[in-house]
């Protein structure tokens, strides 16, 4: 039996060469008018070795996604690691307009993907649960355990503020995202108000400093300043 002397690392590589050659080719088709061997040869891969690494166009897709959030992640951490004194929501706030601003040159690919998403159930679950596992880390990284059923709930009242916000986002061509960033606040707050009546953030406080002020400065920040972006509240 033959085997393959590829290393590790060039499989690496000619996997991330494959979901990025997919992430291109759907800024200029939907997602059902690529086929695997035209990623392979974009990206410059043996058909039957691309099979083999990347399997299906929709998991080298995912695969870029997960790229991208990764960054976006690592990114936004860089930025609030040494804030001790920004709230916890403005961190929020923070690591979902980041992850607007890593997408924002694949708006093409967003929609792209919502249209298929729409034909094709189990891709819109993976969108989900993707969007799902980055909104976990951005509120974990920011301060908030997510920890029980509270916690959960939290997630997903964050999920539906960056669904809903998508949609000012599509259309917003600003430098600065303006747009994007008063309706993550406006929503943001929306949920806020939604998560105390529902008991959400009460009861979820930690006996620690950290704990605690994360969750009186999360629920109730009266002083964040949207503002420094640019954005105009009033």
């Keep these: 039996m033959s085997q393959d002397t590829t290393s590790p690392n060039m499989n690496d590589e000619q996997r991330a060469a494959l979901a990025d050659a997919a992430w291109t080719l759907l800024a200029t088709h939907n997602l ?14 043996d058909h039957r070795l691309a099979g083999a690494l990347g399997g299906s166009v929709q998991r080298l897709l995912l695969a870029k996604m997960a790229e991208l959030d990764y960054q976006t992640v690592l990114e936004t951490f860089g930025d609030i690691q040494d804030e001790d004194t920004v709230s916890v929501r403005e961190k929020i706030i923070e690591g979902l307009l980041q992850r607007f601003e890593t997408y924002a040159p694949y708006r093409r690919q967003i ?3 919502n249209r298929a998403a729409r034909r094709h159930p189990e891709l819109a679950l993976r969108l989900f649960d993707g969007l799902e ?4 880390r951005i509120l974990v990284m920011s301060g908030d355990p997510v920890r029980g059923l509270k916690g959960m709930l939290r997630v997903k009242g964050v999920v539906g503020v960056v ?3 998508a949609r000012v986002w599509m259309k917003d061509d600003g430098a600065d995202l303006a747009a994007t960033m008063k309706a993550l606040d ?7 108000e939604w998560g105390l009546s529902l008991r959400v953030f009460s009861g979820d406080r930690r006996s620690t400093e950290a704990g605690s002020d994360a969750a009186d400065k999360y629920a109730h920040d009266d002083g964040y300043d949207a503002g420094r972006r640019g954005v105009d509240n009033d």
């Design 163 to 165: 669904l809903t916000v």
């Design 186 to 192: 406006d929503n943001m707050t929306k949920a806020e």
């Design 111 to 113: 929609e792209a993907l």
């Design 32 to 45: 059902d008018q690529i086929e695997l061997e035209m990623i392979a040869d974009m990206a410059g891969v």
């Design 133 to 136: 596992a980055v909104v976990r």
